[in-house]
């Protein structure tokens, strides 16, 4: 893992539960749609790096 979740640590790099909360938090969402919308956003990016 690397240096702390980004959530909550400004020099964190590791995706975990604080840092979808914190996005949440910025985008008035609860922690489940960040994670979706996240989830939607890669799945997006890596069908077009197979295409």
Do not use: Q, W
């Amino acid at each position: 893992m690397g240096k702390g979740n980004a959530g909550a640590d400004p020099n964190g790099k590791s995706i975990t539960d604080a840092t979808f909360k914190a996005a949440a938090d910025a985008m008035s969402m609860s922690a489940e749609e960040s994670m979706k919308n996240t989830h939607d956003l890669l799945a997006k990016k890596l069908s077009k790096k197979t295409e």
